[in-house]
């Protein structure tokens, strides 16, 4: 089992930037691929971000060029970097890894983008 913790969400003005962190406690040691989707209301959750365990990253195109993803494997630790927010970014940002044999999803963080 993996338990996940999100944490850095929050309100920012339009075009500012947040950090998301994730803590992850349990059996780490089977931790493979780490990632970031997000849920807006009414709409379907979406992957924005993932990190492979050597760093190997992919974003979806929302993500390209504003968002990095990172990771500290000794930490077990992932970060989002979101700059240049926009209107179409508040959502609930969601945590979510892999292991081997299982996925595991965080409880969410909410940013909020508003002026």
């Known amino acids: 089992q993996v338990q996940l913790v999100e944490s850095g969400g929050g309100l920012v003005q339009p075009g500012g930037s947040l950090r998301l962190s994730c803590a992850a406690s349990?059996?780490?040691?089977?931790?493979?691929?780490m990632g970031w989707y997000r849920q807006a209301p009414g709409k379907q959750r979406e992957l924005v971000a993932t990190i492979s365990r050597g760093g190997v990253t992919y974003y979806a195109d929302s993500a390209k060029g504003r968002f990095t993803i990172s990771r500290e494997n000794a930490k077990n630790k992932v970060y989002l970097q979101m700059n240049s927010l926009k209107p179409e970014d508040p959502a609930f940002y969601f945590c979510?890894?892999?292991?081997?044999?299982?996925?595991?999803w965080g409880q969410g963080t909410q940013v909020t983008v508003s002026s």
């Open positions: 979510h890894i892999w292991t081997p044999l299982d996925a595991y």
């Open positions: 349990g059996s780490t040691f089977s931790i493979n691929t």
